[in-house]
């Protein structure tokens, strides 16, 4: 397993092998005793799923009281994923990791509590996996606008398809008070 490690120290990147013949590929997607050995204690809890088509932008989401940690990947198609720091306090607060994922690359990427998280599709379309170490919790939404020029994230795409509720996302600016200290 060849880990990538990204410009801010707790996103991860993994590049897991690829046993191919030609009957088509294998890899083992999630060793729970592995993946600690690299920095992902906690154990996952929930599975989602999402298919999104070429110009889609989801992002940037957290939650608030209930962080959970990701490790995504994509099973058709490629995106632009990307996570941000937003611990007040972190030495890495506002810095953001992109990285190309794809059905082809097989890459993944852990991105840890407190960070933001969200990607842009590159493909025609895109199926995108991910697990969370904490359950979902209506209401414990967070975002930040996917073009805050204080993060000054560049997105491989001009024009993104937002969903409205993404669409009206603060800037950092607008909800420091709201982020959590470490």
């Not at 590929?25 to 929930?46: D, M």
């Amino acid at each position: 397993m060849e880990i990538l490690r990204s410009s801010i120290p707790e996103v991860i990147v993994i590049a897991p092998p690829v046993f191919t013949d030609s009957r088509g590929y294998f890899l083992e997607t999630y060793q729970q005793k592995k993946y600690a050995e690299l920095g992902i204690p906690k154990p996952f809890v929930q599975d989602n799923q999402s298919y999104s088509t070429k110009n889609v932008l989801r992002g940037l989401h957290f939650q608030l009281r209930y962080p959970q940690g990701k490790l995504v990947r994509v099973t058709q198609g490629t995106v632009f994923d990307v996570a941000i720091d937003i611990r007040k306090n972190s030495p890495t607060f506002g810095k953001w990791h992109g990285e190309i994922l794809s059905a082809e690359n097989h890459k993944q990427m852990y991105i840890p509590e407190n960070f933001a998280h969200g990607f842009c599709v590159l493909s025609d379309s895109a199926e995108f996996l991910y697990k969370c170490t904490d359950f979902y919790v209506p209401g414990d939404e967070g975002g930040l606008i996917w073009n805050d020029p204080q993060l000054g994230i560049q997105w491989p795409i001009d024009t993104p398809i937002l969903s409205v509720k993404d669409a009206e996302l603060p800037q950092v600016a607008d909800i420091l008070e709201l982020l959590p200290s470490d």
